[in-house]
């Protein structure tokens, strides 16, 4: 019987080299493959929080309510006192309180501004409407006051005496956003103070916290 020739060992060696570096080659594939993966994943949630972030300071600055108080003397022509706030900003604001202070003293009302004018006299022939507790949607403007220059000599001096001292007053309200986001503000284009809430506005959020 005629035997075949044994196959050389140097062959059989060579193949089972070449078979264990494809094998490292595959693992090392693998490995690259997965760490990529994982990069890519970790790239993608990073993107999506950062997405979600500018989504939610997107939301929040289209929700953002900004008071505006003005005042003045004229309307229609006529010697009027006028006072009113606007929201001028993009979201409504729930005010919820507000005060007027003027040398030295603080009144809660405008109309209790206008009386201590003159405190004498019966009645003073005023339109007033509380500022708060309220709701002002974005756009919306709410009347404070309305005094017409008429009366006696004393209506007309109390009246006067507001007329004077309307620009040394100051305001100041607090109101809360639709997030109870709540800024304290004097309403005339001053950057609005963020505090945690207006039962304690004294107490200023957090610097992460989103404001105005």
């Known amino acids: ?65 900004i008071l505006q108080y003005t005042h003045g003397n004229n309307a229609d022509g006529e010697k009027v006192l006028h006072f009113e706030v606007r929201n001028v900003g993009t979201g409504p604001a729930r005010v919820a309180w507000a005060r007027l202070e003027v040398d030295g003293k603080t009144y809660d009302t405008w109309s209790d501004y206008a009386l201590a004018a003159g405190p004498d006299l019966p009645r003073l022939p005023l339109q007033n409407a509380p500022l708060a507790p309220a709701v002002l949607s974005a756009g919306d403007e709410r009347p404070i006051m309305r005094w017409p220059r008429q009366g006696a000599e004393a209506e007309l001096a ?8 309307r620009f040394r007053a100051q305001a100041t309200a607090c109101y809360c956003s639709v997030f109870d986001e709540c800024w304290v503000s004097h309403m005339n284009g001053d950057v609005p103070k963020q505090v945690i809430s207006c039962e304690n506005p004294q107490a200023v959020a957090p610097k992460g916290n989103s404001g105005h």
């Not at 005629?2 to 594939?29: L, N, Q, S, T, Y």
């Not at 493959?33 to 993608?44: E, M």
């Not at 109390?158 to 001292?165: K, L, M, Q």
Request: aromatic share 6%; glycine share 6%; no cysteine.
């Open 158 to 165: 109390a009246w006067d005496n507001v007329e004077r001292s």
């Open 1 to 65: 019987m005629i035997e075949p020739p044994e196959a050389p060992h140097h062959v059989v060696e060579h193949h089972g080299k070449a078979r264990r570096w494809f094998d490292v080659a595959m693992a090392v594939a693998v490995l690259i493959v997965s760490f990529g993966s994982l990069y890519v994943a970790l790239h993608t949630g990073h993107t999506m929080e950062g997405l979600v972030e500018q989504n939610q300071r997107l939301v929040r600055a289209q929700s953002t309510p």
